[in-house]
């Protein structure tokens, strides 16, 4: 219904910023979907059919509409990977003008990554990883690094939108967010500090997206640690899925 809708509307595109199924249990939809056929649930069935359900009943319903594809931690609960991310939805991560801007920055990037970012009508679209403990790892925040400093020259680009899963550290939704491991701390806030150098040294529009909390919530970062640390300019607000 919501694919129909926004579809009727010319929507531009759709952008999942992870979450896409629970991994850890079947989710209540599959599970009463099996029982008006009349077939058995359990978790090896489900972890098998999940993220095929997904691609059945989230993503084809878009139709023509570009559907862009971000990881979340559920993509990464046992048994699945970030590996397996990869390789079921290889197509969508390399979708052509996904694909295109990852070879324009670097022409030896030839495989997709959770990671990426495209271009359309001066607005750079980010979409960062942050699904484990482990991130930001420091092969992403150098390409970040590339990819604001690019921004920050280029005249075309008035804007820059970023999206993740767990929002940056230190904001008012502080107990789920990059705060919950020592990496994701210190790599979110230098990305928070990189986002605003560029909307503060090269006058961009910096907007920050994430949808780990499952609610509506907004002035995200205006919270006293960002007042103390460089301001709370950022907008942002963590998106229900």
Do not use: C
């Not at 009463?32 to 056929?37: A, D, H, N, T, Y």
Request: glycine share 6%.
């Amino acid at each position: 219904a919501i694919a129909a809708d926004a579809t009727k509307h010319n929507a531009s595109f759709y952008w999942h910023l992870g979450d896409l199924r629970l991994i850890s249990g079947p989710d209540q939809d599959f599970i009463e979907e099996r029982v008006v056929q009349g077939k058995p649930t359990d978790l090896a069935i489900y972890e098998k059919a999940a993220w095929d359900d997904f691609i059945d009943n989230q993503i084809k319903p878009w139709g023509e509409v570009p559907f862009y594809v971000g990881i979340g931690n559920h993509e990464t609960n046992p048994p699945k990977t970030r590996a397996q991310f990869l390789a079921k939805f290889h197509d969508y991560l390399n979708r052509p003008d996904v694909r295109e801007q990852r070879l324009k920055d670097d022409p030896g990037a030839t495989e997709p990554r959770a990671y990426y970012h495209w271009i359309r009508d001066g607005i750079d679209f980010i979409t960062l990883d942050n699904a484990t403990a482990d991130q930001f790892d420091a092969d992403q925040m150098k390409w970040l690094e590339g990819v604001l400093q690019r921004d920050a020259k280029d005249d075309s680009v008035r804007t820059v939108v970023v999206g993740m899963h767990k929002a940056l550290p230190e904001s008012i939704s502080i107990g789920h967010s990059m705060n919950e491991t020592p990496a994701g701390t210190e790599s979110g806030r230098r990305t928070y500090a990189m986002l605003l150098k560029l909307q503060n040294d090269a006058h961009k529009n910096v907007y920050v997206l994430a949808s780990h909390s499952h609610y509506f919530m907004d002035d995200t970062y205006n919270t006293d640690y960002w007042k103390a640390n460089g301001g709370d300019q950022l907008i942002g607000a963590p998106i229900t899925e």
